[in-house]
């Protein structure tokens, strides 16, 4: 059982080989401006990374550094970013919950 739950643990956040502080530096760097340490963007302009799987968001950051996904400022910020810096930053955000009470709006 104990095995069945690391393979869950792995497969939904990354390799082991990826680094939570170095993540969390890292988007402490690039990403907070728009996203925030928390990865629940500073408004609604700006997509929630927090708890999104950390393959896809590796995914992204990798089709905005080679061109194949375009949005001029995502590429800028995502050609900074080196292999291992886009799996630590996945890592570091895919680990976060998301705080869907910021999602209510109280009329």
């Known amino acids: 059982m ?39 963007g500073i408004d609604a302009t700006y997509p929630k990374l927090a708890g999104q799987f950390a393959d896809y968001m590796e995914k992204a950051l990798e089709d905005y550094r080679s061109g194949d996904r375009a949005n001029p400022i995502m590429a800028g910020f995502a050609a900074t970013l080196t292999d291992e810096d886009i799996e630590n930053v ?9 705080n869907r009470l910021t999602d209510l709006s109280i009329k």
């Open 2 to 40: 104990k095995k069945l739950l690391l393979l869950g643990m792995v497969l939904a956040f990354g390799s082991q080989a990826a680094d939570l502080e170095k993540g969390k530096a890292k988007a402490d760097q690039v990403c907070k401006t728009c996203h925030g340490m928390d990865g629940m």
């Open 90 to 98: 996945a890592y570091y955000y895919a680990t976060l919950k998301e």
